[in-house]
T-cell receptor, first 117, second 112 residues
C-alpha cells in the first residue's frame, strides 16, 4: 500500500534562510505523482509543487523546489528565502497511478514550519 | 472567487443529530473528492466522484455517511446520527485535466 512518511513534526527557520522539509514514500508502482501542500491556520490546503515519477528534472516553483531522489524514495521540499507568511503546516502527498483510477491523494502527517523574524 | 467553496465553515451539533455539508467545485472540474482531517493528522480520503458518478468510497465511509453529486456540479456530504468521533475537518477538493487538486477551506465539525 502507498504510504507517506514525514518525520519532522516541527521545524524552525530564521526569516530569509532556506529550509528543507523531509518526505519519504513507499509504493511498488512505477507510476505515481508527488505533491506538497501548505495548510495555514485557516484550513485551506494550498498546492505548492508537483513531481511526476518519470520526470527527469526536479520540480521548481518560485521559492519552492522538490529534491526528488527516486532510488531513496524521497521527495524533500526546499523553501528558499523563508518569509514570515511561510509559517504553516506542510503536507507531502502521493497520488495513485493515473489511467482509470481516482488518483486520490495519500497524505503524510505533516510538518509544522515556524519562521522566526 | 472561482475556487472551491464549502459551506458551512463551522458546524457544532449534538451527538445523534444529522448534518449536511456542501461543496461547490471549480466549475469546469469534473472530478470531486471528499477528505477528512483529524487533529494532528493529514487528510484521509473518503470518496470520489467523476461527474455525477460516485466511483470510489473508502472503508472509512461508514453507512452513516452518504455523499451525492447531482448533475455533476455541487456535492453534499451527509452524516447521520453523528458521533463524537466524527468531529473533524471535512475537506472537499476538485480536479480538472491538470495534475493538482484544488481544495476548499473545509468544514470544521464539532460533535458535542
Amino acid at each position: 500500500a502507498q504510504k507517506i512518511t514525514q518525520t519532522q513534526p516541527g521545524m524552525f527557520v530564521q526569516e530569509k534562510e532556506a529550509v528543507t522539509l523531509d518526505c519519504t514514500y513507499d509504493t511498488s508502482d512505477p507510476s505515481y505523482g508527488l505533491f506538497w501542500y501548505k495548510q495555514p491556520s485557516s484550513g485551506e490546503m494550498i498546492f505548492l509543487i508537483y513531481q511526476g515519477s518519470y520526470d527527469q528534472q526536479n520540480a521548481t516553483e518560485g521559492r519552492y523546489s522538490l529534491n526528488f531522489q527516486k532510488a531513496r524514495k524521497s521527495a524533500n521540499l526546499v523553501i528558499s528565502a523563508s518569509q514570515l507568511g511561510d509559517s504553516a503546516m506542510y503536507f507531502c502527498a502521493m497520488s495513485l497511478p493515473p489511467g482509470g483510477g481516482s488518483e486520490k491523494l495519500v497524505f503524510g502527517k505533516g510538518t509544522k514550519l515556524t519562521v522566526n523574524p | 472567487d472561482t475556487g472551491v467553496s464549502q459551506d458551512p465553515r463551522h458546524k457544532i451539533t449534538k451527538r445523534g443529530q444529522n448534518v449536511t455539508f456542501r461543496c461547490d467545485p471549480i466549475s469546469e472540474h469534473n472530478r470531486l473528492y471528499w477528505y477528512r482531517q483529524t487533529l494532528g493528522q493529514g487528510p484521509e480520503f473518503l470518496t470520489y466522484f467523476q461527474n455525477e458518478a460516485q466511483l470510489e468510497k473508502s472503508r472509512l465511509l461508514s453507512d452513516r455517511f452518504s455523499a451525492e453529486r447531482p448533475k455533476g456540479s455541487f456535492s453534499t456530504l451527509e452524516i447521520q446520527r453523528t458521533e463524537q468521533g466524527d468531529s473533524a475537518m471535512y475537506l472537499c477538493a476538485s480536479r480538472g485535466q491538470g495534475t493538482e487538486a484544488f481544495f476548499g477551506q473545509g468544514t470544521r465539525l464539532t460533535v458535542v
